[in-house]
T-cell receptor
């Protein structure tokens, strides 16, 4: 089955700096890669996703890049703010496979004011 | 819409006890899932369902059972609770399960087995 590795497990940045979280996946058939944000004590919520036919996607301060050849994808957050502090999870799945998402282990991002 | 509703929010069980975690969604989603999240870890899929009457095992199904008698409800049953089942449990749903639609999560159930 699919295996998703996520790094780093913790990341501390100063407010205004950029943050990058990286994930690798094992199944070359995976073609859908979402990112979820989980604030302390809350439920995970989708923040951005990308499909395999796209190399990059951007939504305001958040961007995701995908390298299918190397089987890795990354989340980029620019101009970080204290409210970006949370745990971020990457995931991977195969379209039309019941949305069986395999999640990475998570990255705890701390943005220091 | 209430979205995905989970009950209870917290529960403490003794070893060997049983309980059912309730999950209901009012979005007419056909795909539903149960995940567990251990402290500092990612989400592991326990069971999932692609529609009423259909269920299948995920990555970590041992010690759990599910049923899907209606589109709205997807309860998770723990039989003979063990300390290893101490975790936060999330129920989630999505419309078509086409792998390109976001999961809507419930608020979670924090379970401790002592």
């Amino acid at each position: 089955g699919e295996n998703v590795e996520q790094h780093p497990s913790t990341l501390s940045v100063q407010e205004g700096d950029s943050a990058v979280i990286k994930c690798t996946y094992s199944d070359s058939a995976s073609n859908y890669f979402p990112w979820y944000k989980q604030e302390l004590g809350k439920r995970p919520q989708l923040i951005i996703d990308i499909r395999s036919n796209v190399g990059e996607k951007k939504d305001q301060r958040i961007a995701v890049t995908l390298n299918k050849t190397a089987k890795h994808f990354s989340l980029h957050i620019t101009e970080t703010q204290p409210e970006d502090s949370a745990v971020y999870f990457c995931a991977a799945s195969i379209t039309n496979a019941g949305n069986m998402l395999t999640f990475g282990g998570g990255t705890r991002l701390m943005v220091k004011p | 819409n209430a979205g995905v509703t989970q009950t209870p929010k917290f529960r403490i069980l003794k070893i060997g006890q049983s309980m059912t975690l309730q999950c209901a969604q009012d979005m007419n989603h056909n795909y539903m899932y149960w995940y567990r999240q251990d402290p500092g870890m990612g989400l592991k899929l326990i069971y999932y369902s692609v529609g009423a009457g259909i269920t299948d095992k995920g990555e970590v199904p041992n010690g759990y059972n599910v049923s899907r008698s209606t589109t709205e409800d997807f309860p998770l049953r723990l039989e003979l609770a063990a300390p290893s089942q101490t975790s936060v449990y999330f129920c989630a749903s999505t419309k078509r399960g086409g792998a390109d639609e976001k999961l809507f999560f419930g608020s979670g159930t924090q379970l401790s087995v002592l």
